[in-house]
């Protein structure tokens, strides 16, 4: 059975940091594309960033670029988000997210939504003074 665990969250101040952990136990996350994404209340779920299954390829979203860095322990199997210079803007549940179909495209692809085949409970974080 896959479950992939998020950890970390919680509230931090307008430019503090934080770091993001996914756990991840069923698969090796060295065999899939991997994502974080995130929903704001009253906003659809949106893409974050991604690590492709030889940790070659990287994608942000425009929003984060810069400031948030995704990575991986193979030997921890844990996925992690660091989030550096937080805004308020940037308040939301975050979520791990594991695509099992390491094939793409392109590398743009690994911001759609609907090719991660699953997801954790997701961790809030919270960006406020």
């Known amino acids: 059975q896959v479950q992939l665990e998020e950890s970390g969250g919680g509230l931090v101040q307008p430019g503090g940091s934080l770091r993001l952990s996914c756990a991840a136990s069923?698969?090796?996350?060295?065999?899939?594309?991997m994502g974080w994404f995130r929903q704001a209340p009253g906003k659809q779920r949106e893409f974050v960033a991604a690590?492709?299954?030889?940790?070659?390829?990287?994608l942000y979203a425009d929003s984060v670029k810069g400031r948030f860095t995704i990575s991986r322990d193979n030997a921890k199997n844990t996925l992690y988000l660091q989030m550096n210079s937080l805004k308020p803007e940037d308040t939301a549940v975050y979520y791990c997210a594991a695509d099992v179909d390491i094939g793409l495209p392109t590398t743009q692809a690994m911001g759609a939504h609907g090719r991660y085949d699953y997801w954790g409970q997701g961790t809030q974080v919270t960006v406020s003074s």
């Open positions: 069923g698969l090796t996350l060295n065999e899939c594309n």
């Open positions: 690590l492709n299954w030889s940790a070659t390829r990287t």
